[in-house]
């Protein structure tokens, strides 16, 4: 039988990969009409990626190092601490930025969420899924 954490690495690459597939979408788009919906669909598959990763974590952390912690910030807090992640500041303000967007619907907030996805999040969460692939493919 398959690891939980294998099994939570593999539906965590199809959600890093419909991010990307999102955020190629639209670096490709040239109509603003679709602009909008656009960032809205990187935005989502966002909130349930950042989600996703600390839960990931977490069956890491427990399988690999007999470590069980309960909430998004410790998960993150101990993987940077057994060096699963390198990027500590990053990941602890993802789970932020997701818990906010889930009750800030400002556009402003939008925006801005979307361009930092984009920009400061989204190589770490490449970076992530790349450290493990050679484990779990």
């Known amino acids: ?47 349930y990626t950042s989600e996703w990763i600390w839960k990931f974590l977490k069956s890491v952390l427990l399988e690999d190092f007999s470590k069980d912690e309960a909430f998004a910030k410790s998960v993150l807090k ?21 818990n906010r967007l889930s009750h800030d619907y400002h556009e402003d907030f939008s925006e801005t969420s979307f361009d930092i996805i984009s920009k400061d999040y989204i190589e770490p969460i490449n970076k992530l899924l790349s450290n493990f692939s050679k484990n779990y493919e």
């Open 78 to 98: 101990s993987s940077y601490k057994a060096w699963i992640i390198e990027e500590l500041d990053i990941f602890l303000d993802m789970i932020e930025r997701r």
């Open 1 to 47: 039988m398959e690891n939980r954490a294998k099994l939570k690495y593999i539906e965590l690459k199809k959600m890093i990969d419909s991010l990307n597939e999102s955020l190629y979408l639209v670096e490709l788009n040239k109509d603003y009409r679709f602009e909008k919906s656009l960032k809205d669909s990187v935005i989502q598959r966002f909130e």
